[in-house]
């Protein structure tokens, strides 16, 4: 099975730069995705990893090392808006790629505050 | 609107009841992957059906199941509802593989038990 594991809760200032991490344990490994999540709303895609080493896009960036079982998730000059639930989600190694389930952390509550 | 469709979008209902929640996969997915969300459990993987077949089982009650129709779209029926029923269950689609962006959510159903 997976374990994962984040921050319950996260607060910035606007303008800031935040880091939110996610370790895991999991039994097999094909991949760590990172959604955010308004209150109320669904889940959106912000980043994947799959090999080691940093992902960029934009503002957000987001880290794996597999070896330790460890992501972040780096969001850079933050905004209001930031303000959501980030889920760290863990795919395991499937024998048929057709068949991933993603696995969810809780999730981070982010508030960004003026 | 991320091309995956719910409805309804709210439902109250009494204990005891059955309900059924609906989803439309985003075209071109076979995919489709049903999610509980409580406040205090994040969320929680509940089946997955791959072009009409079940494929996987999380952490589904005996009470709950679900379908997928050969046009793809899914019903998820919950029975016997219970007040610790109350949630927001999403659906998600994905291709083959869940690729690089793991799941498509709906913008989820919000089921209230009185």
């Known amino acids: 099975g997976q374990n994962i594991d984040q921050p319950t809760e996260m607060t910035a200032t606007e303008g800031a730069i935040v880091q939110i991490n996610c370790t895991y344990q999991t039994s097999g490994f094909n991949g760590l995705f990172w959604y955010q999540q308004h209150a109320g709303e669904a889940p959106t895609f912000l980043s994947y990893?799959?090999?080691?080493g940093l992902e960029e896009k934009g503002r957000f960036s987001s880290f794996l090392s597999r070896s330790k079982g460890y992501s972040y998730l780096l969001l850079k000059e933050l905004q209001m808006k930031d303000s959501a639930s980030y889920l760290c989600?863990?795919?395991?190694?499937?024998?048929?790629?057709?068949?991933?389930?993603?696995?969810f952390g809780k999730g981070t509550m982010l508030l960004v505050s003026p | 609107d991320s091309g995956v469709t719910q409805t309804p979008k709210h439902l109250i209902t009494a204990t005891g009841q059955r309900v059924t929640l609906r989803c439309s996969p985003r075209s071109g997915d076979l995919s489709v992957y049903w999610y509980q969300q409580s406040l205090d459990q994040g969320l929680q993987f509940l089946i997955q059906y791959y072009n009409g077949e079940e494929r996987a089982k999380g952490n589904i009650l005996e009470r709950f199941s679900a379908q997928q129709f050969p046009d793809l779209h899914s019903e998820l029926n919950l029975s016997s509802l219970e007040l610790g029923d109350s949630a927001l269950y999403f659906c998600?689609?994905?291709?083959?593989?869940?690729?690089?962006?793991?799941?498509?959510f709906g913008s989820g159903t919000r089921l209230t038990v009185v």
């Open positions: 998600a689609s994905s291709d083959v593989g869940a690729t690089n962006y793991g799941y498509t």
């Open positions: 990893n799959v090999l080691d």
């Open positions: 989600a863990v795919r395991p190694r499937s024998g048929n790629s057709g068949y991933s389930t993603l696995t």
